[in-house]
């Protein structure tokens, strides 16, 4: 049991170039998100997903694509990349427990850079 | 739109000083209320949790909050800090049902020796 798994832990990118950040979770959770961190600005919620098919727009969705063709994948798409998007990207998967609240489980995070 | 508000930006303290820092939340109905914890350089780890039943919860390294639902705050003590404290922490909500957390902008513990 991994939990929630994402790769790559590091990357550098040229602006414009485009990439995607993969999140995984066998832990069959309905609901995914992601989020960035930027210093000052906390954890900003990014896009998330209540299941397999569905996603919506977090705070700060511009520039970012995803989807959930499956329960336990939720790829974050960078068409374009820009300066402004140099972050530490972390996904995480929940789920609603039986004392009415929502548990959340966070991957290690991705450190991109883009130049 | 929910949002969650800590006080402290930076906050500087001596070994063995106490600790509290504050979280304030706007949702009005009922929420689950996190902590967690960011050393330099790595992840983040869960500190403790609220969902329901008693509000003073207690959390791993000696951390504890306690939800006052009539100030909308969750806020973290520790009696005694240590060099090992230094760290970021935020603090989170989701309201019950929700998918997906809200974070507060965190607040930097630097703790001298």
């Known amino acids: 049991n991994a939990g929630v798994t994402q790769t790559p832990k590091f990357q550098v990118l040229k602006t414009g170039q485009s990439m995607t950040l993969q999140c995984a979770q066998d832990?069959?959770?309905?609901?995914m998100s992601w989020y960035r961190q930027d210093p000052g600005m906390g954890l900003r919620l990014i896009h998330y997903?209540?299941?397999?098919?569905?996603?919506d727009q977090g705070e700060v969705p511009n520039g970012y694509n995803v989807s959930r063709s499956t329960t336990e994948d939720f790829p974050l798409r960078l068409l374009s990349a820009a300066p402004s998007q140099t972050s530490v990207y972390f996904c995480?998967?929940?789920?609603?427990?039986?004392?009415?609240?929502?548990?959340?489980?966070f991957g290690q995070g991705t450190r991109l850079t883009v130049v | 739109a929910q949002s969650v508000s800590q006080h402290n930006h930076h906050v500087i303290l001596s070994e063995a000083a106490s600790l509290e820092l504050g979280c304030n939340y706007s949702?009005?109905?009922?929420?689950?209320l996190f902590w967690y914890v960011q050393y330099p350089g790595q992840h983040l780890q869960l500190l403790l949790k609220?969902?329901?039943?008693?509000?003073l919860v207690k959390g791993i390294k000696g951390f504890e909050a306690e939800f006052i639902k009539s100030k909308f705050s969750f806020n973290l003590r520790k009696p005694s800090v240590q060099w090992s404290d230094t760290a970021e922490y935020f603090c989170?909500?989701?309201?019950?049902?929700?998918?997906?957390?809200?974070f507060g902008k965190g607040t930097t513990l630097s703790v001298s020796s």
């Open positions: 995480a998967s929940s789920y609603p427990n039986n004392l009415g609240g929502t548990e959340a489980f």
């Open positions: 832990m069959n959770h309905e609901y």
């Open positions: 997903s209540v299941g397999a098919g569905i996603t």
């Open positions: 949702y009005g109905g009922t929420v689950n």
């Open positions: 609220y969902f329901s039943g008693d509000p």
């Open positions: 989170a909500v989701i309201r019950q049902a929700g998918t997906a957390l809200i």
